[in-house]
């Protein structure tokens, strides 16, 4: 599979923006499995304080990026640490709200809106691509 089935990561000062690829909202089972591993292991670094989850590349959410979601916040949230979603389309927003995540999860309709609202200049340190092992 290739860089649309991956999640892309960029690192922001305390920050980790995480791009799903176009295809990350259809994979299932094992498949998505193997696709989070290395952001789930992110999402434990201590030192992370937000995760702004880019959905511009993404059209529809399935239960495994649901999932993969949930599991995410859950690690942070075990430290405070903050979760925020942007560029979500209109599907995907419906999926939000229909599920009530959109309760727990902010919103934002871009990614500049998202990190002007966590105070983060934007200035990227590093982007690397989640590959499956």
Known sequence: MGPESEFTLERLESALVVNPGSR????????IVE???KL?????NS??????VDFRNVECLNSGL?????VVWGLLRERSARMVLCNLSDFAM????????????PVYSS??????????SGEESGTDTIAAP
């Not at 990350?24 to 498949?31: A, Q, W």
């Not at 789930?40 to 434990?44: G, L, N, Q, T, V």
């Not at 030192?47 to 702004?52: A, G, P, Q």
């Open 24 to 31: 990350v909202g259809t994979l299932t089972g094992g498949e």
């Open 35 to 37: 696709r989070r591993r």
């Open 40 to 44: 789930i292991e992110e999402a434990r």
């Open 47 to 52: 030192e992370l304080r937000t995760i702004v």
């Open 66 to 70: 649901l999932d993969t979601l949930c």
């Open 94 to 105: 419906d999926v939000l709200n229909v599920s009530r995540l959109n309760k727990i999860w």
């Open 111 to 120: 990614r500049d809106e998202a990190l002007d609202a966590l105070a983060f």
